[in-house]
């Protein structure tokens, strides 16, 4: 994410009129977005296709996650697609059911980490001042903070962790990072006409927070939800790998614990380390093809693709112009 | 008492002929060669304190003063060479051997002896086995150069277990040490079969033979190489490597990713250890219902849980009158005939039996209630990391879950499950039991009311005075045939009352490999108990190695 | 107030605020270091014992704020007392087992992939809309976006236990003594090439946008085209005048990511049993190793705060205008 971005101020308008006119807006900016960019379009449609996958586990798991259905460690097979874990239940189920807890924990923490991020960020960045400096400070402290090892000492700390308390626990330390640049952007914004207007017509503060701030920092705001969303991933897989989580819920990370504890890379069965290694590196990899994407969008110099490709077709065709003439 | 100690001389000697007569057929196995071992530990600091790092020394290079072998069923002497009681059992002198000399050729005498032990009685951190902060010793006097007394309160057989726990320094050099507990005696001087110190790296160690060792002619081998390792999974592919000799860990799947590709010289004997049970907490709701335990009991499937959650390895248990394996002479025929069909695996009867008492599933969730209607839903508690045991307490839900019964895992920090434990606010937890010289002290540790609050196998809720009675009678007499009574009583006692539901004998790890070693015990020739982290086991075991 | 002053009181408060929570942590948590050992003893040990070992390893209860002055003079003498799992060698020396190799393995890394990354983005960004632009940028992304854990299992499993082609554990070879041979150094080298790779890999992407986003908006400045427009050869342009320029917000980075670095150390030195500190702190945490565990965040913490304060430097020595006030 880039801090110096500013975002296009929205002029202060009410009223029916101008929504059908805001939707097509939006529209376009969607289909801006994925035009001619294959990363956000795989990106996008890999997270969609997970979420959709792991939301539906019910129906699409053939076997109950948490149950001995066959011999330990069978190899993928017809009827157990992933094969079966050392305790002999079904991964394909498992990997679907566990997306359900990892990605709640993921999205919880992500949505602790930027409810935070832009009450800080904003307030910090609107009020300026004796606020700004605090909550800065506290910002700044954090940050110095070693986030992982930190996460680990508590985690340990704390004994048997579950889903909820990692979300819990990575919500409340990764808001650092979105908090500084929602307040840098807030404070490039606070002296635009549009506020100044909004001030001057005597809007209330929450008001113009809310209504003539907040919607100009979705771009930075979804952006940074994804980068915690993408740490969360990361840093929960890390905790349960080590054995920090509880190891008798099922996520991904568990499911790496169990494949690592069985050494089942020294057993032969590849396809219990792999299967669940392969699904959060996937499903990160495009998270971070989604992040990389939002950036490019929110800083139009970046943008490559679609531009250069018409300009290089024009350049063409003026080309063979001049030599015809 | 004179017949046991018979018994045990007589066996000894027995032994040692036997070992001689196989050594003779091959003649003397010729000395060299090193003896590489793991050791999970971040990293080796130059400490030679036995009393604060005496995980990886005591015993080789600090020799124990005797060792029970309970798999051989005999006393191995070492630097005692006999010992007896005196008149009103109140006091047991010990003789030491003649000669002995300290590794810097100073001789050991039972002055040094005297003032390791009271160094226990100053310094509570290094009493072992407890045996001066409880009182039950008073005093350990030398009596002459080669002799020492231990002065008992009361008159107590089972103290003279415990003393092999106790570590001998040499006074010549801790007599001028300030504070013991922080001295890292970094010259060691010793008595066991290695004490010079080669080299210590982070990541590995060499300590070699003791020039003055006591036993002609030993050890065969020069050296033990201590190897760093992070943890079992570590471990495992040097071992495939050939990289190391004798390994004491978890290696999955053995059979596959070890013997498998080198038959001839990597092999394996896990031998039972221990009993692993399932203490349930008899104060709380359901296991207040003897019929609800035997049902739990019944609803177990031992078999296929030692198979999946530990690879086969332990020993399943089908004694329900507290003793595993390891113990099995001990076992009495007449509690093992008319209790143990509880620990057959019969969901028919588990379910039947609950029936009759009551349990019904009044709410349709598929689970049973109690008989006043209030649901049944427990955690199992297990120590957080310890895998084999979260998976087998994992299986033993699904298997609850079979005949209606409700319950979860709950792996917990080790500080949360030992309080619980010990306080007795768990709901049940799997937990392992005493494995020491004689059965006794296992009972004396499920069931003295002592022990309560003191140790994790005591607070269950069921105890009696009567229990507490035959316990310590066992101290006082020296009738084979009464303590024989007594153990059989305490078997059925537990039988009948089900504190605890066995589960299986949790396997002695004893990985050993022959290409530059041989000697190893063996299942047909179990002359002790294979267990590295045993200071008296492995200094025998040791002992009998050599190249090949 | 100059700028160095104000940083440097910042660090000061915030290393102070640290070293308080460092002292918390421990104290308001379950389980202590004794109780640890005796669950590592498996009832070999009398549980009379308990409190006499308790006082021999210094954990006797007082006062909170006693307990909390004596911390800090210990802190301050760098006399952190004995460490429990290595009883009685003390804390500082204990770090000293693993520090050297967290730094090397850390520190190595963090340069390779900033050097890789670095010229890459240069390449990326010269060759903009090229085949390498559209495909190399975001498979880095996507790769970045492995938990540290997952890329150490792989590399672990095909370059280390299939093709056997590199060592699976240690620093160096036990049987070496430590010494500036060849043999050594090369022991040390292969020792050090699969954790090495697996972090590296993970590690380049975020350098490679950095580089090539900061050489793109420099790139549209004035004085490029000034450049340019004097005839200067492309390539020279990128090195003498765009580089530069954004090397600064790059190198500004490169002190923020020491704390990601040291958090991808620790999983990575787990996977390939390194002795470094990551695997130290493990073990610390596994045994209740209060000193130890303590010690080691501080440290890190140390490094957070000293790599913040190079980067001020940095600041100050690229932007001429922070040097007045």
């Known amino acids: 994410m880039d801090a110096s971005v500013t975002g296009k101020p929205a002029l202060p308008e009410s009223g029916a009129k101008a929504r059908p006119e805001r939707q097509k807006k939006r529209f376009h900016r969607i289909r801006g977005f994925f035009h001619g960019n294959p990363p956000a379009l795989i990106g996008v449609g890999l997270m969609v296709l997970m979420i959709v996958a792991c939301s539906l586990a019910p129906v699409l798991a053939p076997f109950d996650p948490e149950r001995r259905v066959a011999r330990p460690h069978e190899a993928p097979s017809a009827e157990h697609w992933l094969g079966t874990t050392r305790s002999g239940r079904d991964i394909y189920s498992q990997a679907l059911y566990g997306g359900r807890t990892s990605l709640a924990v993921a999205f919880g923490s992500g949505a602790i980490a930027m409810t935070i991020a832009v009450l800080l960020g904003m307030s910090s960045g609107y009020f300026g001042g004796k606020v700004d400096e605090w909550i800065n400070f506290f910002t700044n402290v954090v940050l110095v903070f070693p986030q992982v090892p930190l996460l680990i000492v508590l985690a340990a700390f704390l004994g048997q962790v579950g889903p909820p308390v990692i979300a819990l626990l990575i919500g409340l330390t990764a808001w650092p990072w979105g908090t500084r640049i929602i307040r840098a952007q807030t404070m490039a914004l606070r002296y635009k006409e549009f506020v100044l207007a909004a001030e001057v017509m005597g809007e209330r503060r929450w008001r113009i927070i809310l209504v003539e701030i907040l919607p100009n920092l979705i771009s930075i705001v979804g952006g940074g939800f994804i980068g915690v969303v993408l740490y969360a991933l990361l840093s929960q897989a890390g905790l349960e790998f080590l054995g920090l989580g509880d190891p008798s819920a099922v996520t991904w990370g568990t499911m790496l614990y169990w494949a690592q504890n069985n050494s089942s890379l020294f057993t032969g069965a590849w396809w219990d380390v792999f299967t669940p290694a392969t699904i959060i590196a996937v499903f990160g990899g495009a998270l971070a093809l989604i992040n990389m994407s939002i950036d490019q969008v929110s800083n139009p110099k970046l943008k490559t693709g679609p531009h250069l490709r018409i300009w290089k077709q024009l350049s063409v065709k003026i080309e063979r112009q001049r030599s015809q003439s | 008492m004179r017949s046991t100690l018979r018994f045990w001389s007589m066996a000894s000697t027995h032994l040692l002929v036997g070992l001689g007569l196989a050594a003779s057929v091959h003649a003397a196995p010729q000395q060299g060669g090193t003896l590489t071992v793991p050791i999970i530990t971040p990293a080796f600091t130059e400490n030679f304190n036995p009393f604060t790092n005496g995980d990886n020394i005591k015993g080789l290079m600090f020799e124990p003063l005797l060792v029970y072998n309970t798999m051989a069923g005999t006393v191995d002497y070492r630097l005692v060479e006999s010992f007896s009681y005196s008149e009103d059992l109140k006091a047991i002198n010990y003789t030491l051997r003649s000669g002995l000399k300290w590794s810097d050729g100073q001789a050991l005498t039972a002055q040094d002896v005297a003032f390791s032990m009271k160094l226990a009685q100053k310094y509570p951190a290094f009493d072992a086995a407890g045996l001066f902060a409880s009182g039950k010793v008073t005093d350990v006097v030398a009596v002459d150069d080669q002799t020492f007394q231990v002065v008992l309160k009361d008159v107590d057989t089972t103290v003279e277990w415990s003393i092999p726990n106790y570590q001998v320094v040499p006074e010549h050099i801790w007599g001028a040490v300030e504070d013991p507990t922080t001295f890292e005696n970094p010259n060691p001087v010793g008595s066991g079969p290695i004490t010079q110190v080669e080299y210590v790296k982070p990541q590995q160690m060499q300590i070699c033979r003791n020039p003055n060792y006591y036993l002609e002619g030993r050890p065969y081998l020069d050296c033990v190489t201590y190897r760093a390792f992070n943890d079992n999974s570590q471990i495992q592919p040097a071992l495939m490597n050939d990289e190391i000799d004798w390994g004491s860990n978890f290696i999955a799947d053995i059979e596959k990713t070890y013997v498998a590709p080198n038959p001839d010289t990597h092999h394996y004997w896990y031998p039972a250890n221990d009993a692993i049970h399932i203490y349930l907490n008899t104060r709380k709701k359901p296991f207040s219902d003897l019929n609800f335990r035997k049902a739990f009991s019944m609803a177990l499937d031992r078999e296929t849980i030692v198979d999946l959650a530990a690879y086969g390895y332990p020993t399943v248990n089908h004694f329900p009158g507290g003793l595993g394996s390891y113990f099995e002479k001990y076992m009495d025929p007449q509690v093992s005939k008319e209790y143990g069909s509880l620990t057959d695996y019969d969901p028919e009867a588990a379910r039947a039996l609950l029936e009759e008492s009551g349990y019904q599933d009044t709410d349709g969730d598929g689970f049973l209630e109690n008989p006043d209607g209030s649901p049944i839903d427990f955690n199992i508690r297990v120590v957080n990391g310890w895998t084999d045991w979260v998976q087998t307490v994992q299986m033993v839900t699904e298997y609850l879950e079979e005949i209606g019964i409700k319950s979860r895992v709950e792996a917990v920090d080790w500080g949360v499950y030992d309080g619980s434990l010990k306080q007795g606010t768990y709901e049940a937890a799997i937990n392992w039991s005493l494995l020491s010289v004689d059965p006794i002290q296992t009972f004396n540790e499920y069931f003295h009311t002592s022990r309560i609050g003191q140790i994790w196998h005591a607070n269950h809720g069921i105890h009696a005075k009567k229990v507490d009675r035959l316990i310590e009678e066992y101290g006082r007499i020296t009738d084979a045939s009464r303590k024989q009574e007594i153990l059989a009583e305490l078997q059925r006692f537990t039988a009948e009352n089900l504190p605890f539901i066995s589960l299986f004998s949790n396997p002695t790890w004893f990985q050993y490999n022959s290409t530059r070693i041989t000697g190893w015990p063996t299942a047909e020739n179990p002359y002790v108990h294979p267990v590295w982290y045993d200071a008296g086991k492995r200094v025998i075991l040791f002992n009998e190695l050599h190249m090949k | ?325």
């Open chain 3, 1 to 325: 107030m100059s700028f160095i002053a104000r940083r440097l009181t910042f660090y000061a408060t915030a290393f102070f605020l640290a070293i308080s929570f460092n002292f918390l942590i421990p104290r308001l948590m379950p389980g202590d270091p004794v109780d640890a050992l005796f669950a590592g003893a498996m009832g070999k040990m009398d549980p009379s014992q308990m409190e006499a070992v308790r006082a021999m390893y210094g954990f006797v209860d007082g006062p909170i704020w006693e307990q909390y002055l004596s911390y800090l003079v210990s802190v301050v003498n760098w006399d952190l007392g004995p460490s429990v799992l290595l009883f009685p060698t003390p804390v500082t020396e204990v770090l000293m087992i693993g520090l050297p190799w967290t730094v090397f393995l850390a520190g190595t890394s963090l340069f390779l992939s900033v050097l890789i990354g670095i010229l890459s983005g240069t390449y990326a960004a010269s060759n903009r809309g090229r085949w390498f632009d559209s495909i190399v940028p975001p498979l880095t992304m996507f790769i970045s976006a492995f938990p540290y854990v997952v890329s150490a299992m792989v590399v672990f499993f095909f370059l280390g236990l299939k093709l056997k082609w590199f060592p699976l554990s240690y620093a160096y070879d036990p049987e070496l003594d430590p010494a500036w041979t060849w043999e050594f150094i090369s022991s040390v080298i292969k020792h050090s090439t699969l954790p090495m790779l697996s972090m590296v890999v993970v590690g380049i992407s975020g350098w490679l946008f950095n580089m090539r986003n900061a050489l793109i908006n420099v790139l549209g400045e004035d004085y490029i085209t000034m450049a340019e427009a004097k005839g200067l050869t492309p390539w020279r342009v990128m090195l003498r005048y765009a580089q530069r320029n954004a090397m600064l917000p790059v190198m500004t980075a490169v002190s923020m990511a020491v704390g990601f670095v040291l958090a991808g150390s620790l999983f990575t030195e787990v996977v390939f049993n390194y002795p470094g500190l990551g695997n130290l702190m493990l073990k610390a945490i596994n045994a209740r190793d209060y000193p130890l565990i303590q010690a080691i965040l501080l440290l890190i913490v140390l490094c957070m705060l000293a790599a913040n304060f190079v980067a001020d430097l940095l600041l100050i020595w690229l932007d001429p205008r922070l040097r007045g006030k």
